[in-house]
């Protein structure tokens, strides 16, 4: 399994209104994100910035790369886009994070 991070940006003011969203995901979204290889999901929120910082595992042969194919996951874009700051297609800005220490 491979782990990648990536920090995403909130909107000033959303961060329970984000937090319950995640509380109640979609049971079709996090099947969907399993089948695409992806597990070990976390997101977490530094509250001065307001910045998302997201870690998970992928396995090998993943999918991850045609999850915007998937109407449901289309649609969570656009339930969450009032929340974050995001791209034309509704899809989260997205900055990867580089790997700069690792300890077993």
């Given at each position: 399994m491979e782990k990648i991070a990536f920090a995403m940006q909130l909107k000033p003011g959303t961060e329970a209104e984000y937090q319950r969203r995640h509380d109640e995901i979609w049971p079709d979204l996090s099947a969907l994100l399993k089948e695409a290889g992806i597990a070990d999901y976390s997101i977490f929120l530094d509250p001065q910035s307001l910045t998302l910082f997201a870690v998970l595992r992928r396995a090998a042969g993943h999918r991850m790369d045609r999850l915007p194919e998937y109407p449901i996951m289309q649609r969570w874009w656009a339930f969450m886009?009032?929340?974050?700051?995001?791209?034309?297609?509704?899809?989260p800005v997205v900055r990867p994070l580089p790997c700069v220490f690792h300890l077993d």
């Open positions: 886009a009032d929340l974050m700051v995001v791209n034309p297609d509704n899809s």
